[in-house]
C-alpha cells in the first residue's frame, strides 16, 4: 500500500516554490534593461524595453513581489492598494508593451520548479505492507 499525505505536501513545495519566485522575481528587476530614459521628480530613469522585466524606479514595486498559498493554490505577483500598477507592466496596456516580470520568472524557474515538485514526491510517499 502507499500513502501519501497531499495536504502537507502542497503547501510545503508550494511555499518552497513560492520563496524561489519571489527571489528570482526581485533578482530580474534588479537587472538595467536600456529602454527609453525619462526625468522623473529631477532623477534621471531609464525604462525597461518591451519584453523585460521592469527597471526598479522607487523600489515600491520590488517591495510588494509576493506569494500566497491557500489550500492547494499558489498566488504569485505584486502590487497593492498603494501600488496597482503591477498588473499593467505585466500585461501592457493599449499605449505600453508588457514588462512581463512574474510570468518570465514563472517560465525561467520551471526546472527548478519541477525538481522541488520531483524531490517532495519521493520524501512524501511512504510505502506500507499491505
Excluded: Q, W
Excluded at 20 to 46: F, Q, T
Excluded at 69 to 74: A, G, H, K, R
Excluded at 101 to 121: C, F, H
Amino acid at each position: 500500500m502507499i500513502e501519501f499525505d497531499f495536504k502537507s505536501f502542497s503547501k510545503t513545495v508550494l511555499s518552497e516554490i513560492g520563496d524561489i519566485l519571489v527571489d528570482e522575481a526581485k533578482e530580474n528587476m534588479n537587472e538595467i534593461s536600456n529602454g527609453r530614459v525619462y526625468v522623473i521628480g529631477g532623477k534621471i530613469h531609464i525604462a525597461s524595453k518591451a519584453g523585460d522585466s521592469p527597471n526598479n524606479l522607487s523600489g515600491e514595486l520590488n517591495n510588494t513581489i509576493r506569494y500566497e498559498v491557500d489550500e492547494n493554490i499558489l498566488e504569485f505577483g505584486a502590487g497593492n492598494e498603494k501600488v496597482n500598477y503591477a498588473k499593467y507592466l505585466e500585461k501592457g496596456t493599449k499605449s505600453m508593451d508588457a514588462r512581463p516580470n512574474y510570468t518570465k520568472t514563472i517560465l525561467e524557474n520551471k526546472a527548478s520548479i519541477d525538481k522541488v515538485v520531483l524531490r517532495a514526491v519521493k520524501e512524501n510517499i511512504k510505502f506500507k505492507k499491505a
